[in-house]
Each structure stands twice: as structure tokens, then as C-alpha cells.
């Protein structure tokens, strides 16, 4: 450990709609926190975030949140600010890659695959009025919202504006998809490594926020149940579009496999969780990574982007 890091400050909590799931990481930390015997302070990502921040003074800030406020690049701002260094990514690939409409537009562009999508923009427009240029069946989900908050899978025309509705209720940004039935693959990068992907079979066929952090039936296989060819394209293709998008540290990128040859990604967490349910956390477990050593290598790689404190 960086002998540096006398005094931590673990953030939780948060002001977006994930503040449930950021609870539960932050929990989970400092467990970890615990039984390393390193000395921390939680601090709410509330309104008086940067007052008390500058009133602990901490060496660095452990970022255990998630979602608007937290992943999008503005509590890293904060940080920045106050030249406090912090785990995870910095500002660029952070709102990069919360902006599910502009991270798609973005990857596309470099030739990494992904589903047919159409981004919309809802702030003066009335969803009825709305018109989608991608056939049936759909994925619609929020823009810059996670844990498959405000999401909704579309198999019928007239589905599709209660759809639009429930992701406004997130943000006036959505990002429309195209429906790829297939296996859910999870891979995740830890320190410029690629982890072992892990396969996700939610029982309710849909891996939603129930099957993600309340469900006790979601299966989670390791290493997944495709040819070692397409397991080692995930992993290739995470490297790329973590390098791409300037991250630190550590991320996790899903992916849908259609037809069990096509890896097509879906979206980039730059934050991911650190629940006992979450994905990076069980491809670090099997690839010998103990949750404790994973919570030491992140907080080891906490720093600022400018060169200066």
C-alpha cells in the first residue's frame, strides 16, 4: 500500500437513483477497509460533499458510488477541485462513458461492435410524437442512468411509449436499441488486465435491478459457456475500449453475445459495483483476486488527472 494513504475518504450514498446500491458497495469496502486496517471516514455525496471533503482533508477519496452525480464525472470534479486524488476514472472517460447515447456514437465510430441504436432527445418532445427508426423488438432505457434502472424491453408498437415515459422519469436523454436475444457477458479490467468474463442467467430471463441485487436465483458462471475464441474476443475488446475511453484502474463492459459468436457491446460502468453481487468483484474471485486485494489495487490507483496536488 502507497504509504502515503494515511486517511481515506469513502464516499457513499449519492443524490442519483442508484444511492441504494452505492450504500451497499460502500458497506462492502469498508469490510474490506476493516479487516486491512486502513483508517477511513464515511462521507455522504450530499449537498455539503465538498465542505466536509475539505474539512477532513483527506489523502484520497475512495469513490464506492454509482450513477448520475457520482459516475458521470461531477464528483470527480469535485476531487479534482480540491486536489484530492481519487479511485477509479477521471472526468473525460467518466462522462464519456455515463452518456450511454455518446459512448455508443463514440465506440461505433472506431469499429467496436455493437446493437443497432438510435439516440433521442425528449426535453421538448412529446414521446407520443416520437419516431423510431429501428423494427421491433427494442431495448429503451435511459441515457445516463444504471443498474437497468428506467428500462424496458419492447416487443409491441404500443409498448413503446409507456417505454419512453418510464425512461423520462430518468432523464430526457434515451438511448433506443435493438433487441439482441443472447448470453449476457460480463467483463470486466482490473490494473490494464483483463478479468475472466463472467456469464449471467437471471431466472426471470431479464437481468434487471431485482435480479442484480436482490435475487438469490441469478446464476453467475465462470468462465462462460462459449468457445474460447469468443471469451477471448470479450477480453480483447474490453482492453480496447477501456484504452480508448481513458480509464483508470478498473471498469467492467457488457456485452451481449448474439448467437453465441458475436460479442456486441452494451455499455461501459466505470464505477462498477462492489456488492456481494456484482460481477467484477466474482471475475477478480476467480482469477485469484481476493475482494480485499481488489479493494487495495483500487485504492492504490487513486489519483488525480492533473499532474499537481
Same mark, same amino acid.
Not at 423520462?168 to 433487441?179: A, N, P, T, W
Not at 475511453?245 to 463492459?253: A, F, K, V
Given at each position: 500500500m502507497n504509504t502515503k494513504i494515511k486517511k481515506v475518504a469513502l464516499i457513499q450514498g449519492g443524490l442519483g437513483a442508484e444511492r441504494e446500491v452505492s450504500l451497499m458497495s460502500a458497506q462492502s469496502v469498508a469490510k474490506a477497509f476493516d479487516e486491512l486496517n486502513i483508517s477511513y471516514t464515511f462521507i455522504e455525496a450530499d449537498t455539503d460533499l465538498t465542505k466536509n471533503l475539505k474539512k477532513l482533508n483527506p489523502d484520497c477519496a475512495f469513490l464506492a458510488v454509482h450513477g448520475q452525480y457520482a459516475e458521470d464525472g461531477t464528483l470527480q470534479g469535485i476531487c479534482e477541485y480540491l486536489k484530492i486524488p481519487y479511485t477509479g476514472s477521471g472526468i473525460l472517460a467518466s462522462t464519456l462513458c455515463m452518456d450511454k447515447c455518446f459512448f455508443k456514437d463514440y465506440i461505433s465510430r472506431y469499429g467496436i461492435p455493437t446493437p443497432d441504436y438510435q439516440n433521442l432527445n425528449l426535453e421538448n418532445q412529446n414521446p407520443q410524437e416520437v @419516431?423510431?427508426?429501428i423494427p421491433l423488438p427494442l431495448v429503451i432505457k435511459p441515457s445516463r442512468e444504471g443498474s437497468t434502472l428506467g428500462i424496458s424491453i419492447c416487443k409491441k408498437k404500443e409498448e413503446l411509449?409507456?417505454?419512453?415515459? @418510464?425512461?423520462?422519469? %430518468?432523464? @430526457? @436523454?434515451?438511448?433506443?436499441?435493438? %433487441?439482441i436475444k443472447g448470453m449476457e457477458i460480463a467483463a470486466s479490467l482490473l490494473t490494464g488486465k483483463a478479468l475472466t468474463p463472467v456469464e449471467i442467467v437471471p431466472k426471470s430471463g431479464f437481468y434487471d435491478y431485482t435480479s442484480k441485487y436482490e435475487s438469490e436465483e441469478t446464476k453467475y458462471i465462470l468462465p462462460p459457456r462459449l468457445d474460447e475464441k469468443i471469451t477471448r474476443q470479450c477480453k480483447e475488446i474490453v482492453c480496447q475500449t477501456a484504452h480508448l475511453?481513458?480509464?483508470?484502474? %478498473?471498469?467492467?463492459?457488457d456485452f451481449i453475445i448474439k448467437n453465441n459468436t458475436v460479442p456486441l457491446v452494451l455499455e461501459m460502468n466505470t464505477l462498477p459495483g462492489l456488492t456481494t453481487h456484482s460481477l467484477?468483484?466474482?471475475s477478480a474471485q476467480h482469477d485469484g483476486i481476493h475482494f480485499n486485494m481488489l479493494v487495495l489495487k483500487i485504492l492504490q490507483g487513486a489519483r488525480l488527472d492533473y499532474a499537481f496536488k
Open positions: @419516431k423510431i427508426n411509449v409507456p417505454a419512453l415515459k @418510464k425512461a423520462l422519469q %430518468y432523464d @430526457k @436523454k434515451i438511448l433506443v436499441e435493438s %433487441y475511453s481513458h480509464i483508470r484502474t %478498473y471498469c467492467r463492459l467484477l468483484p466474482k
